[in-house]
């Protein structure tokens, strides 16, 4: 068993969260946010040297990204060990995202909640900046709007990719969640995420911006997409968002946020506009 690892730029890293679905297998994929080393890592586990390099190659080539590739053998204990290494709980507010070899032995606090992980499934940890500023907002919109009302409203997480948002906000006790994308691997994987979290009742569908929105208006929206697409399909998006409802916009690099902001600003009387910076990511929250 091999273990290849490229560190990546920013700006990469935020391109192959789109690229690694296109790829023949991508739960041999992990991405995530090293913060010890202060960077992005790409790790991928394949059972010869020769096929790690290979599918480095077509990711990369996908991506158009390029990074010094490091390839060593490991053991499979060690495979398990260096994920157990690099994959540790965390949590925001009532929301903790735990890794699933802990189930059974992790203790939450009383009326909290957890999103299980599975590296081996292209679910990565979670705790990605665009992630960590969805989940912030959905704790927001969750307080502002009462966990007393929240089990009634509807919730579509477009370009759902590994389903992480859909389930946070399961998890949260939101009621009508949907999600989508159009990549059908990142929908299967998706599903295997929803099945791995016990929650059946979260369907995921194989669609665009174009056609995934087929039960709106929507009470709360999710975009964790690039903000040249967000920007692309403001004129689809924004509508469909319900009067008195939430959407909320990620996978925007803080440098084009006003630019985000400036793109759907216009398309409706919204009551309220933020923008919220982690590190070099943004997110912005329009209020219907």
Known sequence: ??????????EE???????????????????????????????GIYDT????IAAWTELSGIANVSGDAKVREIQDSDWKDSYKEHF????????????????????????????WLDPGMAFGTGNHGTTRLCVERLIEARERIGT?????????????????????????GFGDVTGFDNDPDAVRIAIENGELNETPDLPFSVDDLLSGFSKQPYDLVLANILAVVLIEFCETIAPVVA????????????HEAEKVKA??????????????????????????
């Open 1 to 10: 068993m091999y273990e290849i690892t490229v560190f990546v730029s920013q």
């Open 13 to 43: 890293f935020a391109v192959l969260e789109e690229a690694v679905f296109e790829v023949e297998d991508a739960t041999r994929w992990n991405l995530f946010e090293d913060f010890e080393a202060k960077g992005y890592r790409v790790q």
């Open 49 to 52: 040297e020769q096929e790690a």
């Open 88 to 115: 540790k709980p965390w949590s925001i507010g009532p929301l903790h995202w735990v890794p699933v070899w802990l189930k059974g032995e992790y203790e939450l606090p009383d009326g909290h909640e957890a999103v």
């Open 148 to 172: 007393d009302k929240i089990s009634s409203l509807k919730v579509v997480d477009a370009g759902c990719g590994s389903g992480i948002l859909a389930i946070s906000a399961k998890r949260l």
């Open 243 to 254: 009067d008195g409802g939430t959407l909320i916009l990620s996978g925007i690099l803080t």
């Open 263 to 288: 793109a759907f600003a216009p398309l409706r009387g919204w009551k309220d506009i933020q923008i919220h910076e982690l590190g070099e990511w943004s997110s912005v929250t329009l209020l219907a």
